[in-house]
């Protein structure tokens, strides 16, 4: 069984342009989850998606976006990039019941640079 | 906002011995605690977990305990081995989780 994949593996952007990192569930995962994890803060939980509709977001600006597709695949967007944007997105899915007490299963993540 | 403090942030033991890792939460609904093992290059992978109604679970060499009423939880690794060396990240949540910040474990063989 394949795993959560995502992609690109690497990113680079400069400052003020926007990024979009891709993220395909475990094949019958509905729910998708979006974290960053920059250097010395551990995983900051941005987006949770569960049958195409946003179940909870993390506290970050309205710049970071997403949506998850009828495939349940997601993809994160991030408008106006900044310099402290740069981290490891990591996109996790896990099986729908509603509940965040199910079992997150984690794809490789993107490193998101931003020069 | 949710909290989660872990410690140690770093922890070298020798083969064989036990490492023991700390994790306290600040929100009270709380009702899911999992254990993550991220090694370098790869995504964090999920070790075990506890739910609410459980004060202690044990997986061979892994045990994992949870006090409600202190708010705190920990990871128990006995026989340690090389092969444990990693990253591990405690979490906490119920709406959503919150992880701590990693603890990096290096077992010296």
């Known amino acids: 069984e394949a795993g959560v994949t995502q992609s690109p593996t690497h990113l680079i952007k400069t400052r003020g342009q926007q990024a979009t990192l891709r993220c395909s569930p475990i094949?019958?995962?509905?729910?998708v989850y979006w974290y960053q994890q920059a250097l010395g803060l551990g995983l900051q939980f941005l987006l949770w998606?569960?049958?195409?509709?946003?179940?909870n977001r993390g506290n970050f600006p309205p710049r970071f976006s997403g949506r998850q597709f009828p495939n349940y695949s997601s993809e994160l967007n991030v408008n106006a990039l900044e310099l402290e944007d740069s981290a490891l997105y990591l996109c996790?899915?896990?099986?729908?019941?509603?509940?965040?007490?199910?079992?997150?299963?984690f794809g490789p993540g993107t490193r998101l640079t931003v020069l | 906002g949710e909290n989660v403090e872990q410690h140690p942030s770093t922890l070298s033991v020798q083969e064989g011995d036990s490492a023991v890792i700390k994790c306290t939460y600040s929100?009270?609904?709380?009702?899911?605690f999992p254990w993550y093992k991220q090694e370098l290059g790869k995504g964090p992978q999920l070790i075990i977990d506890?739910?609410?109604?459980?004060g202690e679970k044990k997986d061979q060499r892994i045990a994992v305990t949870l006090n409600k009423t202190a708010k705190h939880f920990s990871l128990h690794i006995t026989e340690t081995q090389p092969e444990d060396s990693a990253v591990y990240f405690c979490?906490?949540?119920?709406?959503?989780?919150?992880f701590g910040k990693g603890m990096k474990l290096t077992v010296n063989p």
């Open positions: 094949s019958g995962h509905t729910s």
């Open positions: 998606y569960d049958e195409g509709e946003e179940r």
């Open positions: 929100d009270s609904a709380s009702n899911y």
């Open positions: 979490a906490a949540g119920s709406e959503k989780l919150v």
């Open positions: 996790a899915s896990s099986r729908g019941t509603g509940k965040v007490r199910e079992e997150q299963f």
């Open positions: 506890i739910r609410s109604n459980v």
